[in-house]
């Protein structure tokens, strides 16, 4: 999972029929169609690992994504169930060995997901002996993880420029609020 820097909004529709809503500025799903538009997306990670000054050091790779949305209407009829399910598989069928989220262990625990630091997996803007309790990890291949422990840092994808998205979204027609008769 990753996001990028769009310019623009998209509707996702996915093979369950679940719709995801992609918009600029905001945290949401969207998923890498090849491990080639993953190579493009953490170029600037392969270039740190090849020079990184740890002769044993992995670079483990780990896939990271969320935290799922779903409109307040449509919650606790399973949709955020299958997302996470769906996006569990595409991240298997990537090769994916682990993958972290953001978001709350109420919901993500129930699906595998541990509070990361359990792992030893820590996030980068806490100290390291810190519980985050919103930084998750599971393991998609058993013993993926196993003799790693490493420090997160958000991927580059998953910030925006806060200038290029607001003058964007003013790109569009205002719109006007309508009162119309019947309406309080």
């Given amino acids: 999972m990753m996001l990028k820097h769009k310019t623009h909004r998209e509707l996702l529709t996915l093979p369950c029929g679940a719709m995801v809503i992609d918009t600029p500025g905001m945290r949401g799903l969207g998923m890498w169609d090849s491990a080639e538009e993953l190579e493009k997306a953490f170029s600037d990670i392969e270039l740190l690992a090849v020079s990184c000054r740890f002769k044993n050091c992995t670079h483990t ?86 003799g790693i422990s490493g420090t997160y840092h958000t991927p580059q994808g998953y910030f925006v420029d806060e200038d290029e998205t607001e003058a964007f979204d003013k790109s569009f027609p205002v719109k006007e609020k309508l009162k119309l008769p019947g309406q309080l």
């Fill in 61 to 146: 790779t780990i896939m990271t994504l969320g935290p799922i949305g779903i409109h307040p209407d449509y919650k606790r009829q399973g949709y955020g169930k299958t997302l996470l399910d769906y996006s569990m598989e595409k991240a298997v069928a990537m090769g994916a060995g682990a993958l972290c989220f953001e978001g709350n262990i109420d919901f993500y625990g129930k699906s595998g997901f541990v509070v990361a630091s359990t792992m030893d997996i820590h996030y980068y803007d806490e100290p390291r002996d810190a519980v985050v309790p919103y930084f998750l990890c599971r393991e998609l291949k058993k013993g993926y993880l196993d």
